[in-house]
């Protein structure tokens, strides 16, 4: 069962806030791989993470032909890093899109001024410390 705690969530929310923005792997279906920063990363529900993709580039790519992805949060100065794996839904248009939004940190919406990004929610199945140990997976 996946649960993200209060712990993960308070340091995944500020992330960017507090200089440790979270990074996300993907890959296209012929396995090209991508990798970027993700600002506006948040944990969306107890299961679930979710980001704002305002630059609709090879990431956006990658999903839409392969929704397999990993998130890394890694914050050395608390001592905390996970690898998060899950599979993300595109929500362009939706009242899933509308909460996501809501929640996006200020400094990323700056960035689309015309709010023409797209929520991108992470059903995650596993999360792992950097070491490769399992601490919850879904069932």
């Not at 792997?25 to 299961?47: I, Q």
């Not at 929640?103 to 689309?112: A, G």
Request: hydrophobic residues 40%; charged residues 25%; aromatic residues 4%.
């Amino acid at each position: 069962m996946i649960n993200i705690d209060d712990e993960m969530r308070e340091l995944i929310d500020n992330a960017l806030e507090n200089g440790t923005p979270c990074i996300m792997a993907t890959a296209s279906s012929t396995g090209e791989p991508g990798v970027g920063l993700r600002g506006s990363m948040m944990v969306f529900n107890s299961d679930s993470l979710a980001y704002w993709e305002r630059t609709k580039r090879a990431g956006l790519e990658h999903i839409q032909s392969n929704p397999k992805v990993v998130v890394m949060y890694r914050d050395p100065a608390a001592r905390k890093a996970w690898k998060l794996h899950g599979e993300a839904q595109l929500y362009p248009d939706c009242p899933i899109r509308d909460q996501v939004m809501a929640r996006v940190v200020q400094r990323e919406l700056d960035r689309d001024p015309d709010n023409q990004g797209i929520a991108v929610v992470i059903k995650l199945d596993r999360i792992m410390t950097m070491a490769g140990e399992v601490l919850q997976q879904r069932d």
